[in-house]
């Protein structure tokens, strides 16, 4: 099933056919190997999965590029293969339309998932968490190592990046052109407007994450 646009309704269609469905802990050219985690759903386990699989009807008109895992496939009572699934980033699904769709609650799916044994979804969601924090964290002394009259702007060019690419870039364009002409008012002086700069652009070599973030860059 791959025309149209992904529907809760025709997820929910192609399951209530389904004798089991199998979930394996890998992308699809590795689901079938021995070394990789797998559960069966059967009976009435399958409507449960159903709830958890639920998604925003209309999809997100794009696909992911990753592989994506877990992968779900789907037989009826025959043995044969009606539907082959792949969850991407824990929060979306792949397979069921055009395009992907956003699951409604994919921290619920996960849960589920680890309840049964399946937990490399939550490690995964665990490290992601830590790592969100962490980034938060890292703007923060970023924001706070800024001239007091300059942090309103600074925080606008931090601001993280969102789905739509574009429109975050042409918001951190217009974000580090206002951060350049603040600083340019508010520090006439060039050698002061260096000395504060410097200062500011020294940041990133006292974190211990290592490496250079976008707004590092306004500051250079």
């Given amino acids: 099933m791959d025309e149209g646009a992904p529907t809760t309704a025709r997820l929910r269609d192609v399951l209530n056919r389904a004798e089991r469905v199998v979930i ?31 998604i925003v009807d209309g999809g997100t008109g794009d696909r992911c590029r990753c592989n994506g ?31 992907d769709a956003d ?45 007091a009259e300059l942090r309103e702007a600074a925080t606008d060019v931090c601001d993280p990046p969102g789905r739509d690419q574009e429109a975050w870039s042409g918001r951190r364009r217009e974000a580090e052109a206002r951060l350049a002409a603040l600083v340019q008012h508010g520090y006439p002086d060039h050698i002061e407007r260096i000395r504060v700069l410097m200062a500011w652009a020294g940041v990133p070599a006292r974190e ?13």
């Fill in 24 to 54: 394996a802990e890998g992308p699809p050219d590795e689901a079938d190997s021995a070394d990789v985690a797998r559960i069966v759903v059967s009976g009435a386990a399958i409507a449960d999965l159903a709830d958890r699989l639920a």
């Fill in 103 to 147: 699951l409604r609650d994919g921290p619920a799916l996960t849960e589920w998932l680890a309840e049964r044994g399946l937990t490399r979804s939550q490690a995964v969601q665990e490290q992601l968490a830590a790592q969100k924090t962490e980034e938060d964290q890292r703007r923060l002394r970023w924001l706070q190592a800024a001239p």
């Fill in 69 to 99: 895992w877990p992968t779900i496939t789907v037989y009826d009572a025959v043995g044969r293969l009606i539907a082959c699934w792949t969850l991407h980033h824990q929060s979306g699904l792949r397979g069921i339309g055009d395009c």
């Fill in 208 to 220: 211990s994450t290592g490496g250079l973030k976008w707004y590092d860059m306004a500051v250079q």
